[in-house]
């Protein structure tokens, strides 16, 4: 079958193929292995660069774990994202998080987000890569279904009032007083209402002064090592969250 997709990672397999994960339109995350296509001429060319979207053919069979691609016409290569290392580190971060947590069935709302999201990036001036960032992170969660609930309190859904409020990233949002203690860490106001913004994509993206966007990138990671991850930080968010690039 063939499907819009964008190639997320990329592994040599023995001497000559490739096996590549991607995102698809219409089987959602799938392992494929393109035979071959390490050879000078190979039919996939070096079309087969993480986050390269084109058209897959698949040879797809239910129930295996490792599909065959047939053929990867490439239409959009990043070009621009390679050269602007918080962009591509955020990309990275899209990438790692579809690759790890969208279903390998079909799931349109994460396959069209993550595109747009590669295009927005591209696209973004190098000062609001951020921010961007974080709102197409915090889509993204949301997306996969585990939007934090910022409203009520998760454990008895009593509402919770604005001002400061404690926020359980294990819990999955935040806790009103009685439950919270007073041992809880607080999320400020404005971080609170920050964090709305980049959750609402409909709202205009909230201004971070450096000292905030590193706590909403804290905030995001530990949400997500919570909720999404087994095991601690994934390594494309590790490196987004040290921003090794602005040392260079
Ligand atoms: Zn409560």
Same mark, same amino acid.
């Given at each position: 079958?063939?499907?819009?997709?964008?190639?997320?990672?990329?592994?040599?397999?023995?001497?000559?193929?490739?096996?590549?994960?991607?995102?698809?339109?219409?089987?959602?995350?799938?392992?494929?292995?393109?035979?071959?296509?390490?050879?000078?001429?190979?039919?996939?060319?070096?079309?087969?660069?993480?986050?390269?979207?084109?058209?897959?053919?698949?040879?797809?069979?239910?129930?295996?774990?490792?599909?065959?691609?047939?053929?990867?016409? @490439? *239409?959009?290569? &990043?070009?621009? #994202?390679?050269?602007? /290392?918080? %962009?591509? $580190?955020?990309?990275?971060? !899209?990438? +790692?998080?579809?690759?790890?947590?969208?279903?390998?069935?079909?799931?349109?709302?994460?396959?069209?987000?993550?595109?747009?999201?590669?295009?927005?990036?591209?696209?973004?001036?190098?000062?609001?890569?951020?921010?961007?960032?974080?709102?197409?992170?915090?889509?993204?969660?949301?997306?996969?279904?585990?939007?934090?609930?910022?409203?009520?309190?998760?454990?008895?859904?009593?509402?919770?009032?604005?001002?400061?409020?404690?926020?359980?990233?294990?819990?999955?949002?935040?806790?009103?007083?009685?439950?919270?203690?007073?041992?809880?860490?607080?999320? @400020? *106001?404005?971080? &609170?209402?920050? #964090?709305?913004?980049? /959750?609402? %994509?409909? $709202?205009?993206?909230?201004? !971070?002064? +450096?000292?905030?966007?590193?706590?909403?990138?804290?905030?995001?990671?530990?949400?997500?090592?919570?909720?999404?991850?087994?095991?601690?930080?994934?390594?494309?968010?590790?490196?987004?969250?040290?921003?090794?690039?602005?040392?260079?």
């Amino acid at each position: 079958m063939s499907t819009p997709a964008i190639v997320l990672a990329t592994l040599r397999y023995r001497e000559s193929s490739k096996i590549v994960r991607l995102a698809t339109l219409e089987l959602g995350v799938q392992s494929v292995i393109a035979k071959g296509a390490l050879r000078p001429k190979s039919r996939f060319g070096a079309s087969l660069q993480v986050l390269s979207e084109g058209s897959a053919i698949i040879h797809y069979r239910d129930r295996r774990d490792l599909q065959t691609l047939t053929a990867f016409d @490439p *239409s959009t290569v &990043r070009m621009a #994202l390679a050269e602007n /290392l918080a %962009a591509f $580190a955020t990309a990275s971060v !899209l990438a +790692e998080m579809m690759l790890r947590f969208s279903p390998s069935e079909r799931h349109p709302e994460s396959y069209h987000l993550v595109r747009r999201g590669l295009d927005v990036l591209e696209a973004s001036p190098p000062d609001a890569v951020d921010v961007v960032g974080l709102r197409l992170l915090w889509q993204l969660v949301r997306v996969l279904g585990f939007a934090p609930e910022m409203t009520a309190c998760v454990r008895d859904g009593a509402p919770v009032m604005d001002g400061a409020v404690a926020f359980s990233p294990g819990e999955g949002g935040v806790l009103c007083r009685s439950c919270a203690g007073p041992a809880a860490r607080l999320l @400020p *106001s404005d971080s &609170r209402s920050d #964090l709305l913004a980049l /959750l609402d %994509a409909s $709202a205009p993206l909230p201004h !971070l002064d +450096e000292r905030h966007a590193a706590a909403h990138r804290r905030l995001l990671a530990r949400y997500v090592e919570y909720h999404l991850a087994d095991g601690g930080v994934p390594p494309a968010m590790t490196f987004w969250l040290g921003r090794a690039w602005e040392a260079a």
